[in-house]
């Protein structure tokens, strides 16, 4: 079946531009995450959103970080006023939430540059 | 989530089992041992997860010690394909309202499949 999509899979912007990301979950699958990799660097949570239970935000690193998941399936992260140092790979993933375990599908990510 | 051990890097002849360990000495008695592996310029891939039983899929084999304080990945038959950093963690299977669904990665192993 279909896998975690991304789009677009590459983005550059100036500085101070906003950016919306897109993130497609596997179908029927209730938690979607957002995490950003810098380069050579680990895995940095953003946030989760699990049903329709209020998102974990807690690893969005400034207030211009927001994201959103519309009827429990696509899920738009968006950077206002982008810097520098928001660039990265932006990762979505997300599982079934059911069970007694919870692997995470992750998508092939976004590569954001801000110049 | 427990801290795990891995060798920084690992060599593997092409059609040779590549057998990758991994140590966990103060996982907890509802602690799984999970693998992901992330390939070059790719989002993460979920591979296997096991509690105390010796698993296999269609993409690898996961031996746990009694003790359940090592484990090791083994790829039957790597490819090339196969080159790519692969990462043990171990993490409670069910999220119980805290942020155990938060994943991270430590260095993992850098397998190299050589021709």
């Known amino acids: 079946g279909a896998g975690v999509s991304q789009s677009p899979s590459n983005k550059v912007t100036e500085k101070g531009k906003d950016v919306e990301l897109r993130c497609d979950p596997i179908?029927?699958?209730?938690?979607l995450y957002w995490y950003r990799q810098s380069l050579g660097q680990g895995l940095e949570f953003l946030i989760y959103f699990q049903g329709n239970s209020a998102p974990d935000k807690s690893g969005l690193p400034s207030d211009r970080f927001s994201a959103e998941r519309t009827g429990g399936s696509v899920s738009t992260l968006t950077i206002q006023r982008t810097q520098q140092e928001d660039s990265a790979v932006y990762l979505c993933a997300s599982s079934s939430g059911s069970g007694t375990s919870y692997e995470q599908y992750f998508g092939p990510g976004t590569r954001l540059t801000v110049t | 989530d427990a801290k795990t051990t891995q060798p920084p890097s690992m060599d593997c002849a092409e059609g040779r089992a590549a057998n990758l360990p991994c140590n966990h000495s103060?996982?907890?008695?509802?602690?799984?041992v999970y693998w992901y592996r992330q390939i070059h310029s790719q989002g993460p891939q979920y591979i296997i997860h096991g509690l105390k039983n010796n698993e296999t899929n269609e993409m690898a084999s996961l031996i746990i010690t009694e003790d359940r304080k090592s484990s090791t990945l083994i790829l039957p038959h790597a490819t090339l394909r196969d080159t790519a950093v692969y990462y043990c963690?171990?993490?409670?299977?069910?999220?119980?309202?805290?942020?155990?669904?938060?994943?991270?990665f430590g260095k993992g192993t850098l397998l190299t499949v050589n021709p």
């Open positions: 103060t996982i907890s008695g509802n602690e799984y």
């Open positions: 963690i171990v993490r409670e299977g069910k999220a119980r309202g805290g942020s155990n669904y938060k994943l991270t």
């Open positions: 179908s029927g699958h209730t938690a």
